[in-house]
């Protein structure tokens, strides 16, 4: 579909979540202004060329005609593309939810770290000089023009563009957005859902979930849409039990170890929360708990800053926790990892394509007393993926065939996102004229349409429900 020449407000999908998970980039564009609503980074199995080319593509506008972006939640795949705008001349605010800066800077100094270390690596591999994406001095420069906005309040921008930030209830500080856009007189309004959290739930840090009433246009992420096991309170209470008695069977009686893989991002720290509640208050529980990612122990001490109230007492408590060991120092890390008395391990990546999890993973494989705990989505074909599978017998690694021995464990509640049946219910109470679905893969999306589509109907409403690709394009 293309817009007409009539329509003033041109709407365009250009980033890869447009039809997969990850990748969020949406453009706006009208006579007098252009704006971006996020610009993440593709993830995917962790084959490092595909995803630079992607990532290092060209955008289908021109930066610098770029008049605003906005980065909804600290998530990778929703704001770590953000920099390399700057590097290709766009001199614009970034526009954040309060609370946002200190995560996204850690986030995206990480991020450019990487970017360093996979451009060596490919230029090694493939004879030929890769440039970073971006490196420090475009973190920098976009440090410099990002600006915080507190949740719920109109803010008009100029004599085009207002917006709010409605609490998405994902991680902390996460937010919807409604972007109310002039041209003549006629407003449109554009709401996006960017990551929903899971409602069944309450999470630790994380904000309450608020729904948006109406717009002219709905955006919604369908993650879990085409999830049909849906995690609730109850599910979350038997694999918190499941985990507890697996860490008291491995570490207390089997004398191994547990590994637990995160992001270092907000899973890491509700993790170590939930870690806390089992065991921190237990003087018997004598078992180190490894907190192993740099980065990650740069966010706890944001959070430290950040949280407020019941949630800063509560954060206060779990970082007095005697038994936990942070760890930032390369030369610690490769101590631990091997030393094989029992251990409880935080580690980051979530996924195990990159960072020490995957150290730790090489080095517990083989072992059978060992457990590998899965608390978060893993793609096809990554580590996490090929060990939860379990059909192969032996697993390269650093160069290396490690046995795939120790045990495995899927904790699948602990999600972060709405789960599909939140999804037809929220999005088919709002008072839109079309739907828009991303952030799902095409089969996924087709499939919950479907079902969306008779919940709209059932509620006498007449929105329209779209699966968008990356050649989808509105004119409102
Ligand atoms: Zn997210």
């Not at 038994?323 to 030393?339: C, G, L, V």
Request: contains cysteine.
């Amino acid at each position: 579909m293309s817009p007409k020449s009539k329509d003033k407000i041109q709407i365009q999908f250009v980033g890869e979540a447009a039809s997969e998970v990850t990748g969020s980039c949406i453009w706006v564009k009208t006579p007098h202004i252009e704006f971006l609503i996020e610009c993440g980074l593709y993830q995917s199995s962790g084959n490092i060329l595909s995803e630079y080319k992607i990532n290092n593509a060209p955008f289908k506008f021109k930066p610098k005609n770029i008049s605003y972006v906005f980065g909804c939640h600290c998530h990778g795949d929703h704001i770590l593309r953000i920099p390399l705008l700057f590097k290709r001349g766009m001199r614009a605010p970034v526009i954040m939810p309060a609370g946002s800066a200190p995560i996204a800077q850690i986030l995206m100094e990480d991020s450019a770290r990487i970017m360093a270390c996979d451009a060596l690596d490919l230029s090694k591999q493939y004879g030929r000089e890769y440039a970073p994406i971006y490196t420090q001095d475009h973190v920098d420069m976009c440090m410099a023009y990002l600006r915080e906005y507190p949740m719920g309040e109109i803010i008009q921008l100029d004599e085009y563009v207002k917006f709010r930030f409605v609490p998405s209830g994902h991680i902390m500080n996460a937010a919807q957005i409604e972007i109310f856009v002039t041209e003549g007189n006629i407003t449109k309004t554009i709401a996006y859902t960017s990551d929903l959290g899971n409602t069944h739930i309450k999470p630790y840090y994380a904000n309450d979930f608020e729904p948006i009433h109406k717009a002219n246009i709905f955006i919604g992420e369908t993650t879990y849409g085409g999830e049909h096991r849906i995690a609730t309170q109850r599910v979350r209470n038997k694999d918190l039990q499941k985990l507890k008695s697996v860490i008291e069977n491995t570490c207390q009686n089997d004398r191994g170890r547990v590994l637990i893989p995160c992001f270092a991002n907000s899973r890491s720290q509700v993790m170590l929360t939930h870690l806390y509640d089992m065991f921190g208050e237990d003087p018997s529980f004598k078992v180190p708990v490894l907190f192993d990612t740099p980065m990650g122990v740069r966010v706890c001490e944001a959070y430290r800053r950040l949280l407020t109230g019941e949630d800063a007492k509560k954060w206060d408590k779990v970082l007095q926790w005697p038994n936990i060991k942070f760890i930032t120092d390369p030369m610690e890390s490769k101590a631990w990892q091997n030393d094989d008395n029992p251990a409880v391990i935080i580690s980051s990546s979530g996924m195990l394509t990159h960072g020490r999890s995957r150290a730790y993973a090489k080095a517990l494989l083989g072992d059978s007393r060992n457990v590998i705990a899965f608390c978060g989505f893993s793609v096809d074909n990554s580590l996490a993926s090929i060990i939860k599978e379990g059909k192969v017998k032996t697993i390269k690694l650093g160069g290396k065939r490690v046995a795939n021995r120790c045990r495995v464990v899927d904790l699948h509640s602990f999600t972060s996102h709405a789960q599909r049946d939140e999804l037809l219910n929220y999005y088919s109470n709002v008072d839109c004229e079309k739907v828009l679905l991303v952030h799902g893969d095409m089969d996924s999306k087709r499939e919950f349409a479907i079902d969306l589509e008779q919940e709209i109907s059932k509620k006498d409403k007449t929105s329209k429900v779209v699966c968008v690709n990356k050649s989808y394009m509105l004119g409102l």
